[in-house]
């Protein structure tokens, strides 16, 4: 009787990856777009690309300040840190001395595909900012000997978790907000995720061996693309939810297709541990059931932090301009500034991408040097 129940809560331990002297990777190095972004674009901003998440209310409700972070708080590369004590990761474009604990080189804006294909076919009015997903595998590459100095590759990053992504919302994006039509979107999606995978497969093949990937969120759910949608008249079919059904389908499909390409690269690479990382269903999963999280329902698809409307979101009027006040407690919404989420959903991505459900393997499960 209670040898079964020791042998139950081994088991329990064991599949939750809570047992107290579990490992810790000891470095974490990210690629990444403004989802992941922990200061580097407040670094890049020029006059042509202004950046806001560089003044108040930005940071409100973790940090008390702007951190360079697009939320109220911590982002949930913030809490995957947290989780195996590792220090929050630091923007690459510091030039931080010490590199041991990893650098973060994601930047808000960030692309999949290189940034001189939206000029070339017009889906911007002006030069956007070199440091789409190659530029930061090139940053990457310059770093690696400061952080290798001694050990091989394969050594050197054999506790280490990578995380590739997410990438893919800014490249369909600036498609949508161009008013560009599904079918057009959709084309990108071979190219975003066969680039992601290459990425992926270039740093195992430097010696990574935990490469994390995750999907992209459903962002024909955000409170800026609904609000430009319709704007533009672009928005002709909601689901029950009352997001774009046209811009999830492409977001649901990028996602297959990384599935599939994640499915490649473990054929290829047996001794890598690929974690395929889901940011679509828990942010459903929110949406759908506001009440157990906390969330207003009226306010599901509301902005806590913008200019108005009924999305909360005006191109005019976002967040931290003067006169765009925050709503008092970020946590009762799942968007943040209409196109980043709060804390308290970042938080809630962490903890399925930690513990299950929503990451494949769960990550804490991942840890077997
Ligand atoms: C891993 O990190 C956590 C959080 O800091 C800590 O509580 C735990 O003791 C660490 N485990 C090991 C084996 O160092
Ligand atoms: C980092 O170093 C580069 C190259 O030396 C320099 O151009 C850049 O201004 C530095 N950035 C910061 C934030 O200090
Ligand atoms: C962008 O950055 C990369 C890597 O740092 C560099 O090789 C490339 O020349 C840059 N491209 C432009 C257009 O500045
Ligand atoms: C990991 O690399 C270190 C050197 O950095 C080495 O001492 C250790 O044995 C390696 N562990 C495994 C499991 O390869
Ligand atoms: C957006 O903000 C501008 C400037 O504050 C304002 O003039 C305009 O009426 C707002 N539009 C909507 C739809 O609220």
């Known amino acids: ?22 490992p810790n990777f000891t470095s974490l190095f990210a690629l990444g777009d403004s989802n992941t972004d922990t200061g580097n674009l407040v670094i890049m901003a020029t006059p042509d690309v202004p950046v806001f998440n560089n003044k108040p209310p930005y940071g409100m409700t973790f940090f008390g300040h702007p951190s360079g972070r697009f939320s109220d708080g911590r982002v949930t590369i913030d809490f995957i840190a947290e989780k195996f004590g590792l220090p929050l990761l630091r923007p690459s474009l510091q030039n931080n001395s010490d590199v041991s604990k990893g650098v973060n080189f994601a930047v808000g804006g960030a692309t999949s595909i290189n940034a001189d294909f939206f000029e070339r076919n017009k889906l911007v009015n002006f030069k956007l ?8 595998l090139d940053w990457f590459e310059k770093l690696k000997p400061s952080f290798c100095k001694t050990a091989g590759p394969s050594e050197c990053f054999n506790k280490t978790l990578f995380f590739v992504g997410e990438f893919g919302v800014n490249d369909y994006n600036l498609a949508w907000g161009a008013g560009k039509a599904e079918s057009e979107v959709r084309s990108y999606v071979p190219q975003v995720v066969q680039n992601i995978a290459n990425a992926a497969e270039v740093l195992i093949k430097g010696g990574a061996t935990y490469v994390v990937l995750p999907g992209i969120p ?78 207003a329902g009226g306010d599901v698809l509301r902005a806590c932090c913008g200019g108005g409307g009924k999305y909360n979101w005006n191109v005019t009027a976002v967040c931290s301009m003067p006169g765009v006040a925050a709503c008092k407690d970020p946590s009762a919404f799942v968007s943040w500034d209409g196109t980043h989420f709060t804390e308290a959903t970042y938080r809630y991505i962490a903890k399925g991408w930690l513990s299950g459900p929503y990451s494949d393997p769960p990550i804490l499960n991942a840890l077997n040097y």
């Open 129 to 136: 900012l070199n440091n789409s997903l190659n530029v930061q």
């Open 218 to 295: 459903p962002i024909g759910c955000s409170p800026s693309l609904l609000a430009t949608r319709v704007r533009l008249n672009k928005a002709t079919e909601f689901d029950q939810i009352g997001c774009l059904s046209d811009v999830n389908r492409v977001a649901k499909y990028h996602n297959t297709e990384l599935r599939d390409a994640i499915g490649g690269l473990r054929g290829k690479y047996a001794h890598a541990k690929v974690i395929k990382a889901d940011f679509y269903d828990p942010i459903i999963e929110i949406l759908q059931n506001p009440g157990r999280f906390g969330v």
């Open 1 to 22: 009787m209670e040898l079964t129940l020791v042998f139950s809560l081994l088991v329990l331990f064991c599949l939750h990856g809570v047992s107290a002297d579990r």
